[in-house]
């Protein structure tokens, strides 16, 4: 079975469960793949593999050696290396061995298999990436069959355990269909009048907005006809992603202190010259955000901050608040003093980093965290 770049990061979620949890020698540096041999369909992509390094070296930086111009390497991220795969415009099957270096491990090798030429793929232009928005331009083969341009939050393919073409598109459309009878209307109509427009025939460009910093989405397009409430796959579907960058941060510095009175903790936080809004977290040892003293804060970790921070403040306004006062009722201005009650035999860490909305959107995180620990 073909496995186009959109579902590879479902595998590879999956895969990282079992494999991530090996275990190496003491000492010694492993890189652990979550897969070893990649099926892509002829319209390629940017496809991620996730890693896992036992014992890192510090400063470490991958390699990917290809034996073929048509795989390259994209990017690294903390959890990812994401491997560039050309169309294909060849009529049969191709093969190239990426070998993945890194210093002081044995090298890890990834066979790629990429199936033949499409004849009704999809290729994708993105451009204006900011940490907030996207342009999009789809561009299908054929110029006249009827297709879907959508994008959507790569989380949600980790999360819904939806991994074949038909499955997705079927949840899809059972959410259209649903949305359609409430408003008695077919899917066919309801896809003809939805908006902002899902389904394009030629190309077709489209401007994404109030996205969230640092997160990776998923571009994707397949071939679609539909009648009354009833549809049809007409193509496979072809996907690419795009890693939105975390905003330009504020050089932010507070001063935080803390005073306990048995389990009673007075957390004084000085903002400095920060006279905008600021986001307190506080993280027991048991929690996920927390770290040892002296670990530093990792990419990943401050994605995480800013994509909890978002989420809550996202989830809130979907209700109907607005940002100013979503802010107001969850986070600080100026000198406070906060009493809270912690748990009696827990180490805690104060999480501290400025935020910020900009003409309305959903506030976000624009400053590297101050850390201080209780």
């Not at 990282?16 to 190496?24: K, M, N």
């Not at 990426?98 to 290729?123: F, H, R, W």
């Not at 190309?203 to 071939?223: H, K, L, N």
């Amino acid at each position: 079975m073909k496995i186009n770049s959109m579902f590879s990061v479902l595998l590879g979620v999956i895969a990282l469960v079992f494999t991530g949890c090996e275990t190496a020698p003491k000492g010694e540096t492993v890189i652990t793949l979550d897969t070893y041999e990649l099926n892509i369909d002829g319209g390629g992509g940017d496809i991620p593999l996730y890693y896992f390094i036992t014992n890192p070296v510090k400063g470490g930086e991958f390699e990917a050696l290809s034996t073929e111009s048509w795989v390259t390497l994209k990017e690294v991220t903390d959890k990812t290396i994401v491997l560039h795969v050309e169309t294909s415009d060849v009529s049969e099957e191709r093969f190239a061995m990426v070998t993945i270096k890194y210093p002081g491990a044995e090298s890890a090798k990834v066979m790629v298999l990429q199936d033949k030429q499409l004849l009704n793929k999809y290729s994708f232009d993105v451009s204006n990436v900011t940490y907030k928005s996207c342009t999009v331009k789809y561009k299908p083969l054929d110029k006249n069959r009827p297709y879907m341009a959508n994008i959507i939050d790569a989380e949600y393919f980790k999360q819904s355990g939806v991994g074949q073409d038909q499955a997705f598109v079927d949840k899809e459309m059972e959410s259209y269909l649903a949305l359609a009878q409430r408003n008695n209307m077919t899917l066919e109509e309801l896809m003809g009048r939805v908006s902002p427009k899902l389904i394009y025939t030629g190309d077709a460009e489209r401007q994404f907005v109030g996205m969230q910093p640092g997160a990776t989405y998923v571009i994707y397009s397949y071939g679609i006809e539909f009648s009354g409430n009833s549809y049809q796959m007409t193509t496979p579907m072809h996907s690419t992603t795009v890693v939105l960058p975390m905003p330009e941060m504020y050089d932010v510095k507070f001063n935080i202190n803390t005073r306990m009175s048995g389990t009673n903790a007075t957390i004084s936080i000085d903002p400095g010259d920060w006279s905008g809004y600021y986001s307190v977290q506080i993280a027991p040892d048991d929690s996920l955000h927390y770290i040892e003293p002296g670990t530093q804060l990792n990419e990943g970790a401050i994605k995480n901050l800013a994509n909890k921070f978002y989420t809550a403040a996202r989830n809130v306004m979907k209700n109907g608040s607005s940002a100013e006062q979503y802010l107001r009722a969850n986070c600080y201005t100026g000198f406070r003093s906060l009493d809270v009650q912690l748990q009696a035999g827990k180490k805690y860490m104060v999480i501290v980093f400025a935020v910020e909305s900009k003409d309305g959107e959903v506030p976000v995180m624009r400053s590297m965290p101050t850390i201080h620990y209780i």
